[in-house]
């Protein structure tokens, strides 16, 4: 036969039923703080993200206008001695600025290196288009 149950020993289990209940509640709490902590990094880390790839998308469209092809430089330079010659000395120096971005020399080699850029000769090659068309119309 088990023993008889005090009232002390009453209001214990009483007590550790509701301290643990209590706990439980707690715990679903904490969880829910730490769900919502979770997704908020989450989002955070997700913006992040999208933000570089708006980043790179733009670099990309950048570098891709600055792609120079080949009818580009046939076009710069269809008539480049024509017009060449018709440049005044300042007109020559800021074209030859536009095309060339750096210039080097290796005396070892007895090498010249030039360098162009690709956005200075896709501005002279569409300028020389605008001007053709211009001519054709």
Same mark, same amino acid.
């Given at each position: ?29 904490? !969880?829910?703080?730490?769900?919502? !902590? ?32 080949? &009818? ?29 971005? &750096? ?11 030039i360098s162009m850029h690709p956005a200075g000769i896709k501005t002279i090659s569409a300028e020389a288009t605008e001007q053709q068309q211009e001519t054709n119309s």
């Amino acid at each position: 036969m088990p023993a008889p149950i005090s009232g002390n020993a009453i209001e214990l289990k009483f007590f550790s039923s509701a301290s643990a209940n209590a706990l439980r509640q707690d715990s679903r709490i904490d !969880h829910s703080l730490d769900r919502h !902590h979770m997704l908020t990094a989450l989002h955070q880390e997700v913006a992040g993200i999208i933000e570089s790839l708006e980043i790179v998308d733009g670099e990309i469209k950048r570098l891709a206008a600055e792609q120079i092809d080949e &009818r580009d430089v046939n076009a710069a330079f269809a008539d480049f001695g024509n017009v060449w010659n018709e440049l005044n000395t300042r007109e020559k120096s800021a074209v030859l600025t536009l095309l060339i971005s &750096r210039i080097e020399f290796d005396a070892d080699e007895s090498s010249l290196s030039i360098s162009m850029h690709p956005a200075g000769i896709k501005t002279i090659s569409a300028e020389a288009t605008e001007q053709q068309q211009e001519t054709n119309s």
